[in-house]
């Protein structure tokens, strides 16, 4: 049964849901060559659109629908504050391209965002411009780059990058036109230190680290590691993308890292997902100053007793130039400011505290149950094996579907890639008590279904409004239209059709 139809397939001719007001200005016929013969828009009463997208809405599910343990990614809550501050008017109206003296309060906010993220991270300096934390990733290595070249050091052209960095980490460097040198790691999760010193000569320009990494872990051996970079004169490149696990804890720029980014999605709680606008703040210590995007904010005019400070746009001397059109996604900014405001510095620790709490938790919770690879303290997030010797047939991917039935998000299936069956469980610093022992409890419970039924885990999800997708083919043939095409199967998608 289909739950909700089309909105072509309820649409009746000659319904109208909007009356346009009558026309008060002479009008002018359209030229015949822009006029189109057919237009196939639904026509439907406003009841009929209000209704028909509820419905979908239910059939959706969100972080504020439910538990949402997406390892990774952080689909931590959204403080409804954050929405309405993006959306004052002051600052939703705002156009790109005014000048200064009429966005001295937009400009404030991205200073002071600039400041406290700069803090937070111990460096030295903040570019807002990066629209994703992959591109803040590419900023990063660029300013790596650039500023060997700068001093005439144009032979290190390597990044190392561990095996349980994120994935972006590779693909950044090579977009960025350098190799990858991949290490592997240690019986226990951290990086193997004999292979980094072996790898470290004066062809590295760097070395990118996801900290806590892709394992869930802090690397013990962190002095050690930004040592031996250090000593052959690369670079130290931070992912910053799981800060959310050490804010108010630990500053990147105090134990030697070089630059780094933020995800403004996963720390700072700006909406993610739905291939909406991110944000990833680039950070860098004094070094790479000169090399960061911009423009960047800055106080052109200081302030006084009577004045604020006038603000205005610099360019660093040495930039790797512009990321990103304009100045960043300014909405995102808004809801980190909004969050950081709230919560305050003693505020941004509690989170860190309880995000790492709340994942040892659970953890704790399910060690006896399933396989951990790395068995270890975590961070905010861990990595545990969805497979059992005794259970062949069942994997990750039978256990993450399985969760839906019980009205779960899945988690992080299948990575990172060097634990076998992966399923990467973060469940944030705000979730309660009671619901992670539910979780942990229905994942116990699935356990026991994988050895007594594991048909009901093959077979799963069985009450969701779809059962299970070719996943290969919804990645390989994107179909993006919503008009009806009911021979689908004997015609292959077009681009034409693919992009209405």
């Known amino acids: 049964m289909k739950l909700e139809p089309l909105i072509y397939e309820i649409s009746v001719p000659g319904r109208c849901g909007v009356r346009l007001p009558e026309v008060d200005v002479p009008t002018t016929d359209l030229p015949q060559e822009l006029l189109r013969a057919e237009l196939d828009l639904p026509e439907v009463s406003e009841v009929d659109v209000i209704r028909h997208y509820v419905r979908l809405s239910h059939l959706n599910y969100g972080v504020d629908k439910g538990f949402y343990p997406l390892g990774s990614c952080t689909m931590k809550y959204n403080p409804k504050v954050n929405e309405d501050a993006a959306r004052l008017p002051g600052f939703a109206g705002l156009h790109p391209r005014l000048g200064i003296n009429e966005t001295q309060g937009a400009l404030m906010l991205m200073y002071y965002l600039q400041t406290w993220l700069a803090e937070i991270s111990g460096m030295k300096g903040v570019s807002l411009q990066p629209a994703a934390g992959a591109q803040g990733e590419f900023s990063g290595i660029l300013m790596i780059r650039k500023y060997h070249l700068d001093r005439g050091d144009s032979k290190r052209t390597k990044i190392l ?25 240690d019986e226990n999760g951290d990086v193997d230190l004999a292979a980094l010193r072996a790898a470290c000569d004066d062809t590295v320009a760097g070395m990118m680290i996801t900290v806590p990494s892709t394992l869930g872990l802090f690397e013990r051996h962190m002095l050690e590691v930004i040592e031996a970079v250090h000593a052959c004169g690369g670079l130290m490149y931070m992912d910053g993308a799981n800060m959310n696990a050490m804010m108010g804890v ?3 720029g105090e134990i030697g890292f070089d630059v780094m980014h933020y995800n403004l999605h996963k720390t700072f709680s700006t909406p993610h997902g739905g291939g909406g606008p991110g944000s990833g703040p680039v950070a860098c210590n004094e070094k790479l100053l000169p090399f960061l995007p911009g423009p960047i904010v800055t106080e052109i005019e200081p302030g006084d007793d009577e004045q ?7 360019m660093p001397e040495k930039s790797i130039g512009r990321i990103k059109a304009f100045h960043g996604n300014f909405g995102m900014l808004v809801r980190a400011y909004t969050y950081i405001r709230e919560n305050g510095g003693p505020g941004l620790r509690d989170v860190s505290y309880h995000a790492v709490l709340n994942a040892n938790y659970v953890l704790a919770l399910l060690r006896d149950t399933y396989h951990v690879p790395y068995d270890r303290f975590c961070g905010h997030e861990f990595v545990m094996e969805g497979r059992w010797k005794d259970a062949p047939d069942v994997h990750a991917l039978d256990i993450s579907k399985r969760l839906m039935d019980y009205g779960y998000h899945p988690p992080t299936n299948y990575f990172p890639l060097i634990v076998p069956e992966a399923l990467m469980i973060e469940p944030t610093e705000t979730e309660s008590k009671e619901t992670l022992d539910a979780f942990a409890e229905t994942l116990k419970t699935i356990a026991r279904e994988a050895h007594e039924n594991p048909d009901l885990l093959h ?34 998608p077009t681009l034409s059709t693919q992009s209405a």
Not at 161 to 184: K, Q, Y
Not at 308 to 314: K, V
């Open 161 to 185: 990058v561990p095996n349980s960095a994120h994935g972006t980490n590779p693909a950044t460097t090579s977009m960025a036109g350098l190799e990858v040198v991949e290490l592997p790691s």
């Open 250 to 252: 630990l500053k990147p």
């Open 308 to 314: 604020p400070p006038l603000y205005g746009w610099h």
């Open 459 to 492: 077979e799963a999800p069985h009450i969701t409004p779809v059962g299970r997708v070719d996943e290969v083919l919804a990645a390989k043939q994107l179909v993006l239209c919503c008009v009806p095409i009911p021979d689908w199967a004997e015609q292959p």
